[in-house]
Structures are given as structure tokens and as C-alpha cells.
């Protein structure tokens, strides 16, 4: 315990406990920020780290060594030359070229492989590195993590069936600290605040309802949009990708009854005009649902204003919501002057094969969107902060087209299940499907049955 207790105090000096306000990857709010990285510069504490990890498991029982992505790789290296035991690496993102592999280096199907975490939260990114490696017929046994956060994610990972083991707990690095007189008045209330377990709560409950999330939107069209989902048992939204105003209203008409929102790409739509708006304003007022505009601006705040308000579609006079990027950081968002009665959807991660945000963007887009008052809500292919409804488009019913013209799909359990969507967006399995009413009839039903199944 000594020697552990040493070894934390000497990273402690590194800097790697924070104070203050964070957004956390999955967009949740915390007083505290954990960081190892700064261990990685320090091939003395690297050592000492791995001796250490090395006395919570026999090196006989695994043959190969995992570190979650990135932080904990240069960790699980050390360790490998300490033990003498090979090293695998995981990849964050397919690279989407050459050999497509998630998981680089020797390895054979049937090996023992040891994983290894820095920080455990809710044991998401971990879970991740869990089923690619399994996917590669390797055998998880183990799992280490340097500091878990006590937030529910060791529980979350034994709940899985795996071992795994922690070599500090937050409350125990607390009282290490205390007792050294490390920390401020303030802080050591930060940190017995966090532990209460009032912030667990939120990253451990599996997801909340409609009517909790209602709550928590301020936006009236955030909340216009959950009213109309719980009385039409609808978290369906059409995508009207086609490029003619005759048949998206012929659609609309069709399976208006089955939807809470239709997105439209105006600027691809040939035969423009207001008539056209007019008629789809109509239909969306009688069979209530709302008409969104994806137009994912992406400029500084002058342009997006002027593309939002003028040119020829004017889609600040007609849409109910609008997708905006944040790739030009909060400003570009602040100050589009739109009333009231229209929403924002941010794009924090796209469905894309081969997207280019990494973890700190989307973190970094998270952040903004909870901070602008105007956002509902965003696209991610993750959970998000329970103050944003979460858009998840990529959409199939089909497992042939997990990957179709550089779009991924998805069921809608997986949407609803495992990354806690609120709302699913779905386009060319109903637009081109032999009977949109049908199909639609399938993917309202297969949502609304998925939402109920995801508590
Ligand atoms: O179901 P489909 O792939 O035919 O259509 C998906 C729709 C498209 O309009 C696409 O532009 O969802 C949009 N989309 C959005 C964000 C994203 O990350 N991926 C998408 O496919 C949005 N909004």
C-alpha cells in the first residue's frame, strides 16, 4: 500500500487531478478531470506503473497486452516490456484503407489478452475495445484500470461478465491526498460531492423517458417535438432525400401520419418554390409533425446568418429545426437571430464511414450545444447529456448495407439500445422501398418498440 501510495502521490505532482467545470466524452458535466497522459513523458513512473499493474494480475494469465485508445497505449507498452509479453494495438477508427483492420500487430484466435485502461468511468470506450478484440477470436480475461472514477463503470463491466480490477478508486486517492494536506478545503467538498454519487446516477441509469426529457429541454420546439413523438408513438423522422417537390408531397401524404418530423436538403430539391413549402407547411400542421431543414451550416456566424435568412429558400421562414456543424467553433451559432419557434440540431459526430471528428471535437461540439440555448439537440453515434435529444440517422433494417456509399447503418435497437437515441432518421429504406407506407409503418413501429425496450 506504501508503494502504491508513493507512486500516486508522485503522479499526483504531474498534474493529473483537475478541478473546475469539464465536459466529460459523453458530454456529461464534472468538477473533476483525471489525465494520465503526463505518466507517458515520465519512462521512471511508467515502469513503476507497469510493476505495479503487474502485481494485480500473474503474467500467466494472459498472452497478449491491450491498451484502450490512446491513453492508455504508451501504459500497455511499458507493460509489454516489463512482462516481456506481446502487444496488440487497437485502433479508435477503421482507417478505411489498405488492410481495414481494427486490430494491429501478432495475434492468433484463441489467445488471452490482458486490457488495460486509464480511467474507468462509465466503461464505454472500454466495452468498445472489449468486442473488437473479441470480434478477432481473442479471449478477454482480464481487465486493469489505473484510476476508476467510481462512476458505474466497473460495476458496468463485471455486470458483462469480465474481471476487472482497478488499482485506485477516486474516494481512496481522496483520502491519500487528505492526508497529505494536498488539497484545498474546496476541492476535498468537490470531491465528496461527486462521490455521493450524485453524478452516477446520471451516467449509470440507462436512459430517461420522453416525458423526464421534456423536463429537461427548455426549447419549446425541443419540447413541441417530444409531445408530438409521445402522441403519435412516433420517434420517426423522414428524410426526404428526392429531388422533386411532386414526390416528396405524394410521400408526405402517404406516411405523414407515421412521423414526428420530415428533413428535407432543400438545395436539392429541382423544382423549389413556395407553393411547394406552402403545401408541405399544410400537411405538416394537419398530421403534425415538424419540418426540418438540413443544411448543416458550416461558416462563420455572418455567412450561416445570410444563408439562413436569404437566397432563394429563406429557411428561416418556414423550418421548425436546422442542423448547423460547429466545426467554426460557438460564435458561428451565437448569433443567427432566430425566433424562438426554431431549434437547432448540432452535428457533433456524423454517421460517416471514415469521419474525421475525433473524441475532443465531438467532446468540444457536445459542449457547445449544451451551452447555446437555441440547440435541442445533435446528431452523435454516442450517448449524449441528457439536456440534448440525441438524432441518430444511418438507419437500416438490413444488414447488407452496413456500409453503403460511405454512410453507416444501423437497426434501431442499436440506436435506441446501445447508444440511447431519442430520435431515428431514416431516408432511402423508406423513399425507395417498393411500399413507403408499409416500410415507414415497420421503422415507426421497430423505434417506438426499440425506445420501450431501452430502459
Ligand atoms: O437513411 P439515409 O442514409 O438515406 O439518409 C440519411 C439522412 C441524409 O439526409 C443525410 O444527409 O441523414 C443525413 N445525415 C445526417 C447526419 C449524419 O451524420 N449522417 C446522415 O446521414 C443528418 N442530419
Not at 32 to 40: G, K, N, Q, V
Not at 60 to 65: C, K, Y
Not at 133 to 139: A, N, S, V
Not at 221 to 232: R, T, V
Amino acid at each position: 500500500m506504501k508503494d502504491k501510495e508513493q507512486f500516486f502521490l508522485k503522479i499526483y505532482n504531474l498534474g493529473i487531478l483537475k478541478f473546475g467545470h469539464f465536459t466529460l466524452k459523453s458530454g456529461m458535466n464534472s468538477p473533476i478531470y483525471i489525465d494520465l497522459r503526463p505518466i507517458a513523458s515520465r519512462p521512471d513512473l511508467l515502469i513503476k506503473l507497469s510493476d505495479l499493474l503487474l502485481n494485480e494480475v500473474p503474467p500467466h494469465t494472459f498472452e497478449l497486452i491491450c491498451g484502450v485508445p490512446y491513453a492508455a497505449l504508451p501504459i500497455a507498452t511499458a507493460l509489454s516490456l516489463r512482462s516481456n509479453i506481446p502487444l496488440i494495438i487497437k485502433r479508435k477508427e477503421n482507417k478505411g484503407y489498405g488492410t481495414k483492420k481494427m486490430i494491429e500487430g501478432i495475434y492468433k484466435k484463441g489467445q488471452k489478452c490482458l486490457i488495460i485502461e486509464d480511467v474507468i468511468t462509465s466503461g464505454d470506450s472500454l466495452l468498445k475495445t472489449v468486442i473488437d478484440l473479441e470480434k478477432e477470436g481473442l479471449i478477454i480475461k482480464n481487465i486493469l484500470s489505473i484510476l476508476d472514477r467510481e462512476q458505474g463503470g466497473i460495476e458496468n463491466i463485471k455486470n458483462k461478465g469480465f474481471k476487472i480490477r482497478s488499482l485506485f478508486r477516486i474516494g481512496e486517492v481522496l483520502k491519500i491526498l487528505e492526508k497529505k494536506n494536498l488539497l484545498k478545503e474546496k476541492e476535498i467538498h468537490i470531491i465528496k460531492f461527486f462521490l455521493q454519487k450524485k453524478y452516477i446516477k446520471n451516467i449509470q441509469k440507462k436512459r430517461i423517458s420522453y416525458e423526464e426529457k421534456k423536463e429537461k429541454i427548455y426549447h419549446p420546439i425541443g419540447k413541441k417535438l417530444i409531445e408530438i413523438a409521445l402522441k403519435k408513438k412516433t420517434n420517426l423522422i423522414f428524410s426526404a432525400d428526392l429531388i422533386y417537390s411532386k414526390k416528396i408531397l405524394e410521400l408526405v401524404n402517404l406516411i405523414g401520419d407515421k412521423i414526428c418530423g420530415l428533413k428535407l436538403h432543400v438545395d436539392i430539391i429541382s423544382d423549389f418554390s413556395f407553393s411547394f413549402i406552402n403545401f408541405l407547411k399544410k400537411i405538416s400542421l394537419k398530421k403534425k409533425f415538424l419540418l426540418f431543414e438540413d443544411r448543416k451550416f458550416c461558416d462563420v456566424g455572418t455567412t450561416n446568418y445570410l444563408q439562413l435568412h436569404h437566397g432563394i429558400h429563406k429557411i428561416s421562414s418556414w423550418a421548425d429545426v436546422i442542423t448547423v456543424h460547429v466545426l467554426a467553433g460557438s460564435k458561428s451559432i451565437e448569433n443567427l437571430n432566430i425566433p424562438s419557434n426554431i431549434g437547432l440540431i448540432t452535428i457533433s459526430e456524423m454517421s460517416s464511414y471514415g469521419r474525421l471528428s475525433d473524441d475532443n471535437y465531438i467532446r468540444k461540439a457536445l459542449n457547445i450545444s449544451l451551452k447555446n440555448s437555441k440547440v435541442i439537440g445533435t446528431v452523435a453515434q454516442r450517448k449524449v447529456d441528457n439536456r440534448l435529444l440525441l438524432f441518430t440517422p444511418g438507419i437500416h433494417f438490413s444488414d447488407s448495407i452496413k456500409n453503403y456509399k460511405g454512410n453507416s447503418y444501423i437497426h434501431p435497437n442499436q440506436a435506441f439500445i446501445k447508444k440511447n437515441c431519442d430520435f431515428i432518421i431514416v431516408g432511402k429504406a423508406i423513399y425507395q422501398s417498393d411500399n413507403p407506407k408499409i416500410v415507414a409503418e415497420n421503422y415507426r413501429k421497430a423505434g417506438w418498440i426499440a425506445y420501450e425496450n431501452s430502459f
